[in-house]
T-cell receptor
């Protein structure tokens, strides 16, 4: 079975500073990798996904993530955050071509002026 | 949340009562899921469906049942609610082909069991 570990439960960051959210996974087979974002009182939205190909994946709102197979990591980065990036971020993996995603516990990002 | 509607959005109930949450989609997607979200646990899969009348258990299925009699509707039932089932419940959908790797979520249903 696969598992996902998000290494930080909360990340405080100042506006316009860079942020990195760490995600490690374990799996004996190839996986698909995802980052989702949840704004307060809303459902989750897809930020970006890695299925195959280039290991650097660009998503919405200026976020990007890098797949590192040797380190089994999929860290999310943004070079300059905005107040509106305050949200909870979830890393997820899937073994299949559909569904049955495994989610991490989430990282709460709090952006302050 | 376009195309997915969850109802009710908020519900308070008492221990031992039955509760049904409804997920309705207008996207004609094949796959539907129910997750629960709890602090420190992220999202955990309760049940999922891969077609009409085709359902299977997720990692936290005890105390829950589901039904899917039409493509567009996926019902989650708590036969006898307990306080440990207080949570936010999310429905999600995905489709075949290139869309199969993307989950689209509803807005959530907050359930409080007293």
């Amino acid at each position: 079975a696969q598992s996902v570990t998000q290494l930080d439960s909360q990340v405080p960051v100042f506006e316009e500073a860079p942020v990195e959210l760490r995600c490690n996974y374990s799996s004996s087979v190839s996986v698909y990798l995802f980052w989702y974002v949840q704004y307060p009182n809303q459902g989750l939205q897809l930020l970006l996904k890695y299925l195959s190909g280039s290991t650097l994946v660009k998503g919405i709102n200026g976020f990007e993530a890098e797949f590192n197979k040797s380190q089994t990591s999929f860290h999310l980065r943004k070079p300059s955050v905005h107040i509106s990036d305050t949200a909870e971020y979830f890393c997820a993996v899937s073994l299949l071509s559909w569904g049955k995603f495994q989610f991490g516990a989430g990282t709460q990002v709090v952006v302050t002026p | 949340d376009a195309g997915i509607t969850q109802s009710p959005r908020h519900k308070v109930t008492e221990t031992g009562t039955p509760v049904t949450l409804r997920c309705h989609q207008t996207e004609n997607h094949r796959y539907m899921y129910w997750y629960r979200q709890d602090p420190g646990h992220g999202l955990r899969l309760i049940h999922y469906s891969y077609g009409v009348k085709d359902t299977d258990k997720g990692e936290v299925s005890d105390g829950y049942s589901v039904s899917r009699s039409k493509t567009e509707d996926f019902l989650l039932t708590l036969e006898s609610a307990t306080s440990s089932q207080t949570s936010v419940y999310f429905c999600a959908i995905s489709d075949r082909g290139p869309g199969a790797n993307v989950l689209t979520f509803g807005a959530g249903s907050r359930l409080t069991v007293l």
